[in-house]
């Protein structure tokens, strides 16, 4: 089936700095999600991007659907302790299923 | 808090036991997922329904049945299961299937955490 190549797989960041992950298939994608998943809990979605070009923001998040509908990027500007978690990009594929990438584990730094 | 409610939170069975996951959503969604997911993977889509009909089963062994009661419930009934299949079980739902024009925004539960002995 379709997959998602998500990176990095983790990062260690200061507190305060600016993070940047990112998403990218063999196939196009109709719709991009981004979710966040704390330990013991469902996932959270974020942001949810349905064309190709958008640039859209949630409070410091920012992400964009790629022009060529093959990936996304999810930016966090300031990064808090809250911050900290699974991410995972989502997308539709052409059978009407989300799959997920295999998520970026973002860490900070004390 | 999340509303999409799943119970019970945590569940231990033998491979001979018969239990059941519980999933219940009152934001009027006409479409409901289970998803599989193993620690430090991703979630796994396993079933998808649309007004009560099953739309989607991902080649998912028999010892797992789904069943969607009504438009705000759904269950998933465990039997003869088996060690590896030991895995935090998330439901979700959404306004609609992508199919019937949704969004793709799926809403999740906290999962049930389900531990085969």
């Known amino acids: 089936g379709q997959q998602l190549n998500q990176s990095p797989q983790s990062m260690f960041i200061q507190e305060g700095e600016d993070v940047s992950m990112n998403c990218t298939s063999s196939s196009i994608f109709n719709t991009w999600l981004w979710y966040k998943q704390d330990p013991g809990e469902g996932p959270v979605l974020l942001i949810a991007l349905y064309k190709a070009g958008e640039l859209t923001s949630n409070g410091r998040l920012t992400a964009q659907f790629g022009t060529t509908r093959k990936d996304s990027f999810l930016n966090i500007s300031a990064s808090i302790p809250s911050d900290v978690g699974i991410y995972f990009c989502a997308g539709s594929d052409r059978d009407d299923k989300i799959i997920f990438g295999k998520g970026t584990r973002l860490h900070i730094l004390p | 808090d999340t509303e999409v409610t799943q119970t019970p939170k945590h569940l231990v069975m033998g491979m001979t036991n018969k239990k059941s996951l519980k999933c219940e959503q009152h934001?009027?969604?006409?479409?409901m997922y289970w998803y599989k997911q193993k620690a430090k993977k991703p979630p796994e889509l396993m079933f998808v329904?649309?007004?009560?009909?099953?739309?989607i089963n991902e080649s998912v062994p028999s010892r797992f049945s789904p069943e969607c009661p009504n438009s705000s419930l759904l269950n998933l009934h465990l039997h003869a299961l088996q060690p590896e299949d030991s895995a935090l079980y998330l439901c979700a739902s959404s306004q609609e299937f992508l199919e019937q024009g949704g969004t793709g925004e799926l809403f999740f539960g906290e999962g049930s955490r389900l531990t085969v002995l």
């Open positions: 934001m009027g969604h006409r479409a």
């Open positions: 329904y649309s007004y009560e009909k099953l739309s």
